[in-house]
């Protein structure tokens, strides 16, 4: 669906719940922590699109080592706001990441399904080591038994956007995590 009126799109943005400044706390300390972590060691930073481009962007500019950055896509299903799935690989890194130690960086761990299947796959590859830091984890949801290394926010049973997560590809934009307000 195409959204272009500006006060329909603003309607549907609710409550804040993680603001700009909290984010940018968190992944200050996060930066720190991982960057004395892997000093002196080859560190890529995998990032699945489309939804963690913004936590990767903010987060590299945080970490004070040398350091490369990879993309991967994964596509869920999902019918509505409703994971129904299904994870497809639909675009996969370029770099060998058995030179690397890797961190998946991504924006939520929901039922668990897109990072039990991306990790999985990429252990098949012996990358030097591997972690996942997600900013955001809703533990309440899985249906796949799967934890973060690192999870900068855990928050309840709520569908949201912002900071690269979107709901029909929009509100990616938005600079914090607002819950999403489907029924006006
Ligand atoms: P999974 O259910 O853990 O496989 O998560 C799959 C993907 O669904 C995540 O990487 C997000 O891109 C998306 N997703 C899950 N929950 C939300 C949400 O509350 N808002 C926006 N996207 C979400
Ligand atoms: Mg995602």
Do not use: W
Not at 107 to 129: N, Q
Request: aromatic share 10%; charged share 25%; glycine share 6%.
């Amino acid at each position: 669906m195409t959204v272009t009126n500006k006060a329909d799109y603003e309607a549907r943005i609710d409550r804040i719940l993680i603001s700009e400044s909290e984010i940018k706390q968190a992944l200050k300390r996060c930066g720190e922590e991982l960057s004395r972590e892997y000093n002196g060691k080859p560190l890529l930073l995998v990032s699945i699109l489309k939804g963690a481009f913004v936590f990767l962007a903010d987060l590299c500019r945080e970490i004070t080592i040398p350091c490369e950055v990879g993309f991967m896509a994964a596509k869920s299903y999902f019918e509505g706001t409703t994971s129904v799935g299904n994870v497809e690989i639909t675009y996969d890194l370029a770099q060998n990441v058995s030179n690397y130690h890797v961190i998946i960086v991504e924006d939520i761990i929901d039922t668990g399904r897109t990072l039990a299947e991306v990790v999985r796959m990429l252990k098949e590859r012996h990358p030097l080591s591997l972690k996942v830091v997600t900013l955001l984890d809703k533990p309440s949801r899985r249906v796949v038994p799967f934890e973060a290394d690192v999870s900068l926010f855990t928050i309840p049973d709520h569908f949201v956007i912002g900071y690269g997560l979107d709901c029909g590809e929009y509100y990616r934009g938005l600079p914090y995590i607002a819950e999403y307000k489907s029924d006006l």
